[in-house]
């Protein structure tokens, strides 16, 4: 779990300093702001998945009866074996 959330992390952190910088580097010179903005919308599709993998560790915790912080726990050390 703490894998996909730095994946998502890590990938909204790239894609908005590379939209940014490409927007620097291009003839038609966009402006920057923009560019920006416009790399937020491409990164919602990841926080999408970061909000559906977290809801589905609640439910299946909530389920079984665990509570969050020992979902976590769980998660860690099957990441370990």
Same mark, same amino acid.
């Given at each position: 779990?703490?894998?996909? /959330?730095?994946?998502?992390?890590l !990938?909204?952190?790239?894609?908005? =300093? ?5 927007? @620097? ?7 920057p702001v923009?560019?920006? /903005?416009v790399s937020?919308v491409? !990164?919602?599709?990841?926080?999408f =998945?970061l909000?559906?993998v977290?809801t @589905?560790?609640?439910?299946y915790?909530?389920?079984t009866?665990s ?15």
């Amino acid at each position: 779990m703490l894998d996909i /959330i730095n994946f998502v992390a890590l !990938s909204g952190i790239f894609n908005v =300093l590379f939209f940014w910088y490409a927007s @620097t580097k291009m003839s038609s010179k966009l402006d920057p702001v923009k560019t920006l /903005i416009v790399s937020f919308v491409f !990164s919602i599709p990841l926080s999408f =998945l970061l909000i559906g993998v977290y809801t @589905t560790m609640l439910i299946y915790a909530a389920k079984t009866g665990s509570s969050e912080d020992a979902m976590w726990e769980y998660m860690e050390q099957e990441e370990l074996q």
